[in-house]
């Protein structure tokens, strides 16, 4: 692998490629062309080889790709071959349904531990796990060597929580909080705002029922 | 407000915008450079005058942006100023934490309906409202006038709903199922995929380990 910056937006549509070869992968299929591959996608077979070159093309075209190996590939490209230790902090539904989403942990993001803010719920399982009080935090993470930390928490708590977490020397966070995060560059901060997709959703509604 | 088509890219941006502002005006901010804006956004300020000049620039430069003015304006470009009548299709934590989260409603989201195929958690009340049996679906949409349904349900059940909600006339599918769904182009699919937001951080944890 060469050590040349890959775009954001390659990396954004890698995990599809993935998804897509997994499921090929599932069902026997042992080879197939970027033509073919465009075709399920829905995008242009140029856009498929460009993406892949640049992590060296992973095979001859005409011939096809090989699924299994294309799999494994990017695979590992998305650091899916090493195991992550992951929190999740703020124990709420949302908190809930992402320590119960079993294919994380098929992917190597294992769930080490949950904490909450609010002393009611602590000692409460989730999973496999009891609810920790903040506190435990620091020890927690160094302890255990927890390198992901997702913030399912309200906006109004999430930056105190992500300074702590920072100090902690946490890799990344995975965020939900509607707010963006300040960290230093070296933290990882990857954003899921719920409110903006919906409202993206909402222009689209508006826009069709403008349009006809 | 012109007809010309806006890029997906900026319609992605906007809510962003919306969300700024909504907290530069609850701090009582009433004017606003595109430079200040670019510096608490952290994207360029001709970025921002680009963005803005797809719907006709919004007021003056050198003088600043009315905040109040480009808050509500923005909010009636991403249609926040209608309301949309929403269900939700798949009552585990995922679905709850969606029909929990107030914040929907406050911006013209309404919670109306929540189903599930589970007969056991039939009629268990999540916030306000039972959980119906999915048969009651197709007369509920139509009855109700629903627009939006989101679907928090595992991807095998998922393709078969959204054949359902395409042959109800639904208008829009908020989709966290982890599959694409193909479904005529009337219908308005914004995909929230997990899976690959958190396999996006796996990829730049492992380069930055790399790296370093």
Sequence with gaps: MDEKEISQAVIT???RYFRYLGELKDKGVERISSQELSRLMRVTASQ?????????????QGYGYNVEYLY?????????????????????????????????????????????SNPDIIGKMVRNLPIQPMENL?????????????????????VEVAEQLVNCK???????AHVDLEVPKEVLVENVHLSDSLMKLSYNINRQSQKG
């Design 72 to 116: 494994v590939e990017i695979g590992k490209i998305l650091g899916l071959d090493k195991e992550h230790h992951l929190i999740i902090i703020g124990a709420g539904n949302l908190g809930q349904a992402i320590a119960n989403y079993m294919n994380f942990e098929k992917r190597g993001f294992l769930f080490k531990g949950i904490f909450d």
């Design 48 to 60: 498929i080889r460009q993406d892949f070159n640049n992590f060296g093309g992973f095979g001859q």
């Design 170 to 176: 946490i890799k990344a966070i995975w965020n939900f």
């Design 13 to 15: 549509r890698l995990p």
């Design 138 to 158: 620091p020890a927690f993470i160094q302890e255990n060597n927890i390198d992901i930390a997702v913030l399912t928490i309200p906006k109004t708590g999430a």
